[in-house]
């Protein structure tokens, strides 16, 4: 009669053992990485949520002010918008540089041109650059706004069409 062992592999091998923990590992650092960017993502749009809220507060204090006193301290046209300020929203610092420029809309006209405009600044152009001063990237948001007089043109008995 012959007689047969039986043995059972009951431990683990080292071969399987460094394939599970590098498993885990490459596990790990997926979900790692991925919080990572999720933090990320969260940062900057809190940056750009307070650049936003600043900006808005601004354009709205411009649009607050007669038309006439649109324009920057000491600049041209002159008015009194501080032309660099230093702002600071949730815990971020940013430095506002408004810029404001006369315009000539070439809709009625342009001074010395075909027709002849003889009243050139038809609104103005307010632009505002945001530098981030304390960010982990240097960062710059640019917003543009109009600001225009009421009822600077002459009215006309014209209409307007537009197509889409």
Known sequence: MIQRRYTSNIGVTLIETIIGVAVIAIIAFSLYQGFDVLLDILANSRIMAAATLIANEQIEIIRNIAYQNVGTVGGVPAGLVTPVQTKTRDGITFTVTATIRNVDDAFDGTLG????????????LVELSLECSNCPAPRTFNFTARAAPKSLESASSNGALFVQ
């Open 113 to 124: 041109g075909n027709p002849n405009d003889l009243s050139p600044a038809d609104y103005k």
